[in-house]
């Protein structure tokens, strides 16, 4: 019923930026928190940022003041704008949006992107 499509991973040098976006479609009613988790290799995965319907946002302190992330509601998409990117960001990024749909409120996860950063 809810599909979330995530894209703008790849490989990037230290110091570069990449853009992530997850775009959620399907019979969506509305759309409460929106974030972006990632998973290292061998590690747990991890909160990176969140925002919520009213704006209000909340950062992994190890990307904060690198990372903004951002919602457009009207196209249900979520962004991830990653700047001064560094190798310990290397990951897979996953987008994870709570929605509204023909079923309560729930918890739905993209289907991850590869973020290589390279030193």
């Known amino acids: 019923q809810v599909q979330l499509v995530e894209s703008g991973g790849g490989l990037v040098q230290a110091g570069g930026s990449l853009r992530l976006s997850c775009a959620a479609s399907?019979?969506?009613?509305?759309?409460?928190?929106m974030g972006w988790y990632r998973q290292a290799p061998g590690k747990q995965r991890e909160l990176v940022a969140s925002i919520f319907s009213s704006g209000r946002t909340n950062y992994a302190d190890s990307v904060k003041g690198r990372f903004t992330i951002s919602r457009d509601n009207a196209k249900n998409t979520v962004y991830l704008q990653m700047n001064s990117l560094k190798p310990e960001d290397t990951g897979v990024y996953y987008c994870n949006v709570d929605i509204l749909s023909v079923i309560p409120l729930s918890e739905y996860w993209g289907q991850g992107t590869q973020v290589t950063v390279s030193s």
């Open positions: 399907g019979i969506i009613f509305s759309i409460n928190a």
